[in-house]
């Protein structure tokens, strides 16, 4: 099946530090990439959808100036956790959809634990 | 609103038989994905179904009736690596993946 790697694989910040987290398919180029928030004993959340070359959607709840989505490539997108707190600590997963695929499963990265001082 | 449920825990023996049961309420659908996720791990695809029916593949099977919304996750032969969430999720007519909060699968020797 398709890869997606997630770097880093985790991470440990202080309160008001900027976190960047990456998330590369790597033998498929992903038109959608997906970010997820997880806590503890819960589902997924999504976080925001990205299209490669256009700006990223969000859900609701979920602040655009603080978690910032690049997807500059097809096969590279960028979560920036800004000015971060110990409340954003978190699983934070990225997937990634191929355009065209029969049934546009998504292909989850390893995910990042972030945990905010 | 959409809205996917699923049992919160379930348990099972080692060696047994477990359906894991999942209904559905969302604005289409474009098929029904069954993820195993571990702790501290991603997701990890498991099934999917768009058509009425059962989909065999190995020691999991999966089952679909639209018209009810609803779908089980069978596992069978159950081992210990078994003990898992798995989670349920629908792509509804945007494509969007809607999810359960996930079945906790403890297996017991």
């Known amino acids: 099946g398709a890869v997606v790697s997630q770097h880093p694989s985790w991470v440990i910040c202080k309160s008001g530090t900027s976190v960047k987290i990456e998330c590369r398919s790597l033998?498929?180029?992903?038109?959608?990439m997906f970010w997820y928030r997880q806590f503890p004993k819960q589902s997924l959340m999504l976080m925001a959808t990205?299209?490669?070359?256009?700006?990223?959607?969000?859900e609701q709840g979920v602040e655009k100036d603080k978690f910032l989505i690049n997807h500059a490539s097809l096969t590279l997108s960028t979560l920036t956790v800004t000015s971060a707190h110990p409340e954003d600590s978190s699983f934070y997963i990225c997937s990634a959809r191929e355009g065209g695929s029969d049934y546009n499963e998504q292909f989850f990265g390893p995910g990042t634990r972030l945990t905010v001082l | 609103g959409q809205n996917i449920d699923q049992p919160t825990e379930m348990t099972a023996t080692e060696g047994a038989i477990v359906q894991i049961n999942c209904t559905y309420q969302t604005s289409g659908f474009n098929g029904l994905f069954w993820y195993q996720q571990h702790a501290g791990e991603a997701p990890t695809f498991l099934s999917y179904?768009?058509l009425d029916g059962l989909e065999e593949k190995g020691r999991f099977s999966s089952f679909l009736s639209r018209s009810k919304g609803y779908s089980y996750l069978l596992l069978k032969e159950l081992q210990m690596k078994d003990s898992a969430s798995y989670l349920c999720?629908?792509?509804?007519?945007?494509?969007?993946?809607?999810w359960g909060a996930g079945t906790k699968l403890i297996i017991k020797p």
């Open positions: 179904n768009v």
């Open positions: 033998d498929f180029q992903a038109t959608t």
């Open positions: 990205s299209n490669e070359g256009s700006k990223a959607t969000y």
């Open positions: 999720a629908v792509m509804d007519s945007n494509y969007q993946l809607i």
